[in-house]
């Protein structure tokens, strides 16, 4: 059954860095986009980033644009997020998702299948 499990959250001071990682199974990673997506408190998901199967294309949201960096490994079957000059804003629970079919790109829903989440605090 296909399983995405995030990790690498936790507190941060503003400015700092933090890697989120998010491990897969039970389907093919390589063959599909993913996405990382959050939801800070008391708000809608908000899409961040979106990654091509091969890694050679990404896409990003103005909020996190030169900051934050979308990347795979595909030999390991798992999608990062690098996360540089965090803000207070970023405090967010941070999840990953995957695309609904093989190799076909589709725009960010909340219908797509996504973990269960990383909690990231951004607060001196």
């Known amino acids: 059954q296909v399983q995405l499990v995030e990790s690498g959250g936790g507190l941060v001071q503003p400015g700092g860095s933090l890697r989120l990682s998010c491990s897969t199974s039970?389907?093919?990673?390589?063959?599909?986009?993913m996405y990382w997506v959050r939801q800070a408190p008391g708000k809608g998901l908000e899409w961040i980033a979106t990654?091509?199967?091969?890694?050679?294309?990404?896409s990003y949201a103005d909020s996190v644009k030169g900051r934050f960096t979308i990347s795979r490994d595909n030999a390991k079957s798992t999608l990062f997020l690098q996360m540089n000059s965090v803000k207070s804003e970023d405090t967010a629970i941070y999840y990953c998702a995957k695309a609904s079919s093989e190799w076909n790109y589709e725009d960010w829903g909340a219908h797509l299948r996504r973990g269960q989440g990383t909690q990231v605090t951004v607060s001196s």
């Open positions: 039970g389907f093919t990673f390589s063959h599909y986009w």
């Open positions: 990654m091509q199967f091969t890694g050679n294309v990404a």
